[in-house]
């Protein structure tokens, strides 16, 4: 299922393009692969997915500083977004998973999350009430 998603097209996108532009505006704090870096940068392999489970988790993706404030512009943003989310996380993608549009990102980008650390536990833990594989990355409850 997730190969299947991670073959979603989306119209117009250049996937050379957004991982270039990953590179240049994310990658300095992010580090390749999107592992990030513990305690400070959070890991978006294999994760960030999550977010899609919630609208408010989905918008908090696009109000976050590091994405509000980059200086790339809507189309290119939004491109790189849907890079990342189905290149690094597709796994953890809800069914089925709808792109992000530029308008949408174009809305959200100037609405900034003014405390992300807080804003963001609180969304994953409700997410996480209704998804087990969260609730065991986020070790509310034992993987077992
Ligand atoms: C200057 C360092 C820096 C840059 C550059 C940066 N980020 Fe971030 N990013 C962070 C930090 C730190 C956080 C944690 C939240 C916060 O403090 O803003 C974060 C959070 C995020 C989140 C939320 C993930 C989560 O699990 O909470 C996403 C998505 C994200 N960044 C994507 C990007 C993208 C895409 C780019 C490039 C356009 C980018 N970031 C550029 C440092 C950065």
Known sequence: ???AMGLVPVAG?????A???YMIHCQGCH???A????GKVPRMNGFAGYFLHSQEGREFLIRVPGVATSSLPDDQLTELMNWLLLTYSAEQLPEPFVPFSVAEVAALRPD???DPEKTRMRILRQI???LPSLAVELELISGG
């Open 128 to 130: 996480a009430r209704g």
């Open 35 to 38: 592992v990030g870096f513990a």
């Open 19 to 21: 991982r270039i532009n």
């Open 1 to 3: 299922m997730a190969l």
């Open 112 to 114: 900034l999350e003014a």
């Open 13 to 17: 996108a250049d996937d050379h393009r």
């Open 31 to 33: 580090l390749p692969e």
